[in-house]
């Protein structure tokens, strides 16, 4: 099953990818209820996943064809963020793109790189079936893309819960997508990404997505303090908000 298809209200679970050893303290448990609490807000107008007018305009745009992206919206990215990345790939031409949690967007991705020039995208996610599924997928619509099954680690650099065990990347990353691990394994979960962010060149770009939730409001604030080369604003051009950072210097 990818993101075509139509799912659940919730991310899907992630219990039986969890590394041997490590599990959620009781500390991290309470701030998961929290969180969960504060996000429903958000949650309940992602249901859409926009309207029907942007997402005819979306996928002629791309050149795919009307259906290519049926279901959007809930834990799946809507079209004001898809948006958001084909009109970044237009300006900014980037050669290599890390995309962290794969669907409808690594569709949008790869169609857009296409498109304008070329360029690489290699995205991770922890379930190899949808991997597999969404790699087909690209490939039914005329794409192709580097679809990584990433396992999952102890989170580094201090943040709560899991991350990916994604090996080998590029030692350059010119725009960089947090569309994942979903808020369900913890609300700060995506803060470790900023591993990543050194090999952001000057004008290279990270969006994370879902910004304008509690969680990743704190995960904002955190990376603002620890790196003040990298210029952050946050933009609604989605239901959940997407965070914009540039490396300035």
Do not use: M, N, Y
């Given at each position: 099953m990818t993101s075509r298809e139509l799912t659940s209200f919730l991310p899907r679970a992630d219990d039986d990818v969890w590394p041997d050893g490590v599990r959620r303290t009781p500390a991290e448990i309470a701030q998961l209820i929290f969180f969960g609490l504060l996000n429903w807000p958000w949650l309940l107008r992602s249901l859409s996943g926009g309207s029907a007018e942007a997402k005819a305009a979306l996928v002629e745009r791309l050149g795919l064809a009307p259906d290519a992206l049926p279901h959007?919206?809930?834990?799946?990215?809507?079209?004001?963020?898809?948006?958001?990345?084909?009109?970044?790939?237009?300006?900014?031409?980037?050669e290599i793109v890390v995309e962290l949690g794969a669907g409808a967007s690594s569709l949008v991705v790869a169609r857009a790189l296409q498109r304008n020039g070329g360029g690489r995208l290699i995205s991770c996610d922890q379930h190899a079936g949808f991997v597999q599924a969404t790699r087909q997928w690209l490939r039914d619509n005329g794409v192709d893309a580097d679809l990584r099954a990433t396992p999952f680690r102890r989170a580094p650099s201090g943040w709560p819960g899991i991350w990916y065990d994604h090996g080998n990347l590029p030692a350059r990353i010119d725009l960089l997508?947090?569309?994942?691990?979903?808020?369900?394994?913890?609300?700060?979960?995506?803060?470790?990404?900023?591993?990543?962010?050194?090999?952001?060149?000057?004008?290279g770009t990270v969006l994370l997505?879902?910004?304008?939730?509690?969680?990743?409001?704190?995960?904002?604030?955190?990376?603002?303090?620890?790196?003040?080369?990298?210029?952050?604003?946050?933009?609604?051009a989605g239901t959940?908000?997407?965070?914009?950072?540039t490396r300035v210097r």
């Open positions: 959007l919206g809930s834990w799946k990215a809507d079209t004001g963020f898809l948006t958001l990345l084909v009109d970044q790939i237009e300006a900014e031409r980037p997508i947090i569309d994942g691990p979903p808020w369900t394994i913890h609300p700060f979960v995506r803060g470790a990404a900023e591993t990543l962010f050194d090999r952001l060149p000057v004008g997505d879902d910004a304008a939730r509690p969680g990743e409001r704190v995960v904002a604030q955190r990376w603002r303090r620890r790196w003040p080369g990298i210029e952050f604003a946050l933009v609604h959940k908000g997407t965070l914009v950072g």
